[in-house]
C-alpha cells in the first residue's frame, strides 16, 4: 500500500462533479454520479473475464433497486449543460449570434424529420491536410439519426455546431480581432447567464474546458468515422471506421483477452508528439523497464501506428491531451486495459462518465522529466505489485464501456439534447413549401418579439445522403 500512497500524492486531480476526490487505487472509490445507468452481466452478450473480476469489490457502491452497482452515464448532464439559458431561453438572435462565432460554425434547421440549410453548401467543405470539413461527418450522424426509429420523435430545431476542437463559448471571453465581432464584445463584454442581451449564444461542441466554458457537448464526428488522405499508414493517412464497426471489434477483442494473460506489461502510447511538449517528455523517458512511448506522425512516416483494436494487447495503455483534447481516448476506454491518465480539462460527451466512474490511475502532466517518468514508472510498478487490484479497475472500465459507449447511447443523447434545445427556443418554426421552393417561418413567443425576427427565409434543398457521401471519404 506504500507504493499506491506515493503514487496519489503525485497526482493532478481532475475536476468533478463530485467533492470526492478520484482516486481508485489499492481501494475503488467510485465518484457517485447523478442519473446513473445498471450495468449487469445481461447488459453484454459477452461471459468474460471483466464480469468474473467485478463479481466482488462493488460493497459501499451506489446500487440500484435490485442491488446491482449504479454507474455514471453520458445522459446525466443535461441539466448541467443547459442550465444558463434557465431564464433566457435561446432567441433567434442567440442563435445568430452563434453562428457568426469562430471559424467553423454551422447552422442547420431540422424541420419535419429532414436537415435543412440556409448557408450554401460550397461553405461547409474546408478541405485541409486531413481532407474535407469533420461537419459532414456530423451531418452523416444526423441524416441516420433522422431516419432511425428514434428520428420521429426529433422535433423542429435551429441549431449551430462547432467543429473546431476549441470550444468556442469561453466563460471570460477574449477580445475577438474581427473588428465588427470586437465591436459587439466592446458593447456587451463577457456573457452573462439570465441577462438577455449578454446570454451566452448556444453552440453544440465536440468539447467544453473543464475551467469553464457555454459550450454544450455533441458527439465527436469520429463517430461516423474518419479518413486522412492517403487512407493507409504507408501513404501518410489513416482510415477509422464507424463507431458501430470499430465499437464492437475492440469490446470483442478485449473481452477475449484476459487481463492476466496480455503480453505488454509497460505503459504504452503511441501518438505525435510534436503537439505537446509533456508527450516529448514522455518519449524520451529512460525507463524502459515501465514506459513503451513512441511518436507517430502518419505524414513523415514516422513510427508504427497501433490499430485500436491493437490496444487491447496491453495491460497498461496512456492517453495524454495534445494541442487540446485527443479523439484517440475513446476507442482506449473500451480496451480492457488500465489507463493511465495525464490530467486534463477537455469534457467530451464520452469522457465526462469515464472521469467520474473513476476506474483508472491518474498520473502527473509535466514536463519536468524526472517527475513525469519516475510518476507514470511509479504507477506501473504498482500495478504490477497489485494484479488484482489493478485487473479489477480495467474490468470495471471494460464492463462499463460495454453498454455505456454503445452507438445506441449516442443517438439516445442526440435526441434528448436535440428535443432539450428545442424546450429552449422561444419561438416556434414551420416548413412552408411553395411551389419546389422551402422556407422555414418563424414566430416569436410572447415577450420575445424584440429579440425575434419573424418572418419566412428561403431554405436551400433538404441535405440527401448523396450529397453527404460525396464529401464523406469513408466506406460505408
Not at 478520484?22 to 452478450?45: H, K, M, R, T
Not at 467543405?125 to 481532407?131: A, D, E, K, L, P
Not at 462547432?162 to 456573457?191: I, T
Amino acid at each position: 500500500m506504500a507504493m499506491a500512497n506515493r503514487i496519489i500524492l503525485s497526482f493532478q486531480s481532475f475536476p468533478s462533479r463530485s467533492s470526492t476526490l478520484l482516486v481508485l487505487l489499492a481501494v475503488f472509490v467510485l465518484v457517485p454520479a447523478g442519473g446513473a445507468q445498471a450495468v449487469s452481466e445481461e447488459s453484454s452478450a459477452h461471459s468474460s473475464w471483466a464480469y468474473s473480476a467485478i463479481a466482488t469489490g462493488s460493497e459501499g457502491h451506489p446500487k440500484t433497486s435490485n442491488g446491482e452497482p449504479r454507474w455514471p452515464t453520458i445522459h446525466d448532464y443535461k441539466q448541467q449543460d443547459f442550465k444558463h439559458w434557465a431564464d433566457t431561453g435561446f432567441t433567434l438572435k442567440h442563435i445568430a449570434k452563434a453562428a457568426s462565432i469562430g471559424m467553423r460554425t454551422y447552422r442547420f434547421q431540422i424541420l419535419d424529420g429532414r436537415l435543412y440549410s440556409k448557408d450554401r453548401l460550397d461553405k461547409f467543405v474546408h478541405y485541409t491536410n486531413r481532407g474535407p470539413s469533420r461537419i459532414w461527418y456530423w451531418l452523416w450522424g444526423l441524416l441516420e439519426l433522422l431516419e432511425s426509429p428514434l428520428g420521429k420523435d426529433i422535433p423542429n430545431v435551429d441549431i449551430v455546431m462547432n467543429s473546431q476542437d476549441d470550444p468556442q463559448m469561453p466563460k471570460k471571453k477574449k477580445v475577438p480581432k474581427n473588428p465588427a465581432l470586437k465591436r459587439e464584445y466592446d458593447k456587451v463584454g463577457d456573457y452573462v447567464p439570465g441577462d438577455m442581451e449578454k446570454a451566452p449564444p448556444p453552440i453544440f461542441s465536440p468539447a467544453q474546458h473543464g475551467d469553464g466554458s457555454y459550450d454544450i457537448p455533441w458527439p465527436l464526428w469520429t463517430i461516423w468515422g474518419e479518413d486522412v488522405p492517403g487512407a493507409s499508414a504507408k501513404s501518410g493517412g489513416f482510415a477509422d471506421p464507424p463507431w458501430t464497426k470499430l465499437f464492437q471489434t475492440i469490446t470483442n477483442a478485449a473481452h477475449g483477452a484476459p487481463f492476466e494473460a496480455r503480453r505488454s506489461r509497460k505503459a504504452f502510447w503511441r501518438g505525435s508528439a510534436k503537439t505537446s511538449p509533456v508527450r516529448r517528455t514522455l518519449i524520451a523517458c529512460p525507463q524502459r523497464k515501465f514506459i513503451d512511448a513512441q511518436t507517430v506522425e502518419h505524414k513523415l512516416h514516422v513510427g508504427k501506428p497501433t490499430s485500436a483494436v491493437g490496444r487491447a494487447q496491453h495491460r497498461y495503455v496512456m492517453y495524454m491531451d495534445g494541442k487540446t483534447f485527443s479523439g484517440g481516448l475513446m476507442p482506449m476506454i473500451p480496451t480492457g486495459a488500465l489507463l493511465l491518465m495525464s490530467s486534463t480539462v477537455w469534457r467530451t460527451v464520452y469522457s465526462r462518465p469515464f472521469y467520474d466512474l473513476g476506474a483508472f490511475m491518474k498520473v502527473m502532466h509535466t514536463p519536468n522529466k524526472q517527475q513525469m517518468c519516475g510518476n507514470v514508472s511509479a504507477a506501473v510498478s504498482w500495478a504490477e505489485d497489485h494484479p488484482k487490484e489493478a485487473e479489477k479497475m480495467a474490468a470495471r472500465n471494460l464492463v462499463w464501456a460495454t453498454k455505456a459507449l454503445a452507438y445506441g447511447e449516442f443517438q439516445k443523447y442526440m435526441v434528448e439534447y436535440l428535443k432539450e434545445w428545442h424546450k429552449h427556443q422561444r419561438f416556434d418554426m414551420e416548413l412552408v413549401q411553395k411551389g419546389s421552393s422551402s422556407f422555414v417561418k418563424y414566430t416569436s413567443h410572447k415577450g420575445y418579439e424584440r429579440h425575434n425576427k419573424a418572418g419566412q427565409f428561403k431554405l436551400g434543398k433538404a441535405l440527401t445522403w448523396s450529397v453527404v457521401k460525396r464529401n464523406v471519404r469513408r466506406k460505408a
